[in-house]
């Protein structure tokens, strides 16, 4: 009988890494029978959908609370499904608004789970680590930071390094990347990432164009690039900047392009500023959340920073505009003083390096997948 795995993955960013996985299961045993929830780049890697989560993502509470209803019925098939196939293991990514509920589902129906990129307990509080003891016996940490709180929390943690390091490359531009996005010659290019989802581009495109037209009055040559994450996104982001005399290319392809060609990124909070970190370009980070939701996480998550690569440094390397913090006048300031200042740069790159070398070594999914096949085989 063939081996069946379950993945189940929320967003843009987790239907990567199911689809990662996915591509090593397949190659260490291929007889496997995969399926669960993701999105187009695990469907491409023959996992059976079903459910598209491509659109799942939600910023803050009001809009998480609107989408319930909708998911509510969605969940109902996906543990009925559980139940049917009886996977020889659920492999959890991220999501933890979805993921919590199935591993508590899982739980008590006896099914084999583990959480792969688990919630990150940056803040060394072991409440949130104590909660997915109760629920799953195993975790894979992608932060060596968070596997002694884990641990302290009874949990099983391993750590193979992050999958980041498999799939980002080297850093450094390339001609090659700016001829394929057909970028002028002899500009200062500097990448403006909004963000993946529609609620992150309407609160957070407008002040990042409002910056970078203070940029351009202080160095003409700049030119602004903006990736998009998925084509449904590109008349959104069209209208934001249509009418409007910035010099900016709208780039329809990988994000990292950008990231590698770029001298400095203008980013949203998130798997960006990792991935950006990895190929060492320096970045100014901005965040807005909805009033209420800011409120509540102030109360209930306490972290010095929120800019991956300064939780995974300990400190503020990399300038952070949340909330009323993140005007067009601070975001320019802050990008001016690291495009002027070689010096202030270089620190940067410096610190950047750390971060990648805090990651691990290549070859981490493959390691992964060899662990969850471990892990279904002792079910």
Not at 207 to 226: Q, T
Request: aromatic residues 6%; contains cysteine.
């Amino acid at each position: 009988m063939k081996k069946k795995i379950a993945i189940i993955a929320g967003e843009a960013s987790g239907d990567l890494q199911g689809a990662l996985l996915a591509r090593h299961l397949y190659s260490l045993e291929p007889e496997l029978s995969l399926f669960g929830v993701g999105g187009p780049r695990m469907e491409k890697e023959r996992v059976r959908l079903l459910y598209d989560s491509s659109e799942w993502g939600a910023v803050g509470f009001r809009e998480g609370l609107l989408r319930v209803p909708g998911l509510w019925m969605k969940m109902v098939r996906i543990k009925r499904t559980l139940l049917s196939e009886r996977p020889d293991i659920l492999v959890l990514i991220d999501s933890p608004a979805i993921n919590m509920r199935l591993a508590k589902f899982a739980r008590k129906h006896g099914l084999n789970r583990v959480y792969y990129f688990p919630p990150s307990a940056w803040s060394r509080d072991p409440g949130r680590a104590r909660r997915i003891s109760a629920i799953v016996k195993n975790v894979i940490a992608t932060f060596p930071v968070t596997v002694s709180t884990y641990e302290e929390a009874g949990v099983k943690a391993s750590f193979f390094g992050h999958p980041i390091v498999d799939y980002i490359g080297d850093a450094g531009s390339d001609g090659n990347i700016r001829k394929k996005m057909e970028l002028p010659e002899g500009r200062r290019l500097i990448g403006l990432l909004p963000g993946s989802r529609t609620q992150e581009i309407r609160a957070l495109l407008p002040p990042l164009l409002g910056g970078a037209e203070i940029i351009l009055k202080s160095i003409p040559e700049a030119h602004f690039v903006i990736p998009v994450a998925t084509p449904a996104l590109l008349p959104l982001i069209r209208s934001f900047i249509s009418g409007s005399s910035l010099p900016v290319t709208v780039f329809d392809g990988s994000s990292h392009d950008v990231m590698r060609v770029s001298e400095l990124l203008l980013t949203s909070s998130g798997t960006a500023t990792l991935e950006a970190a990895c190929l060492g370009t320096p970045m100014v980070v901005i965040y807005r959340l909805p009033r209420m939701d800011w409120f509540l996480a102030k109360i209930f998550v306490h972290v010095p920073c929120i800019a991956l690569p300064n939780l995974i440094l300990g400190r503020k390397v990399l300038p952070e505009l949340l909330q009323d913090q993140a005007t067009p006048a601070n975001i320019a300031a802050c990008a001016l003083e690291i495009l002027t200042d070689p010096r202030r740069n270089e620190a940067i790159k410096e610190e950047l390096n750390r971060v990648r070398s805090s990651l691990g070594e290549a070859g981490v999914v493959e390691k992964v997948a060899r662990y969850i096949l471990e892990l279904s085989a002792n079910a």
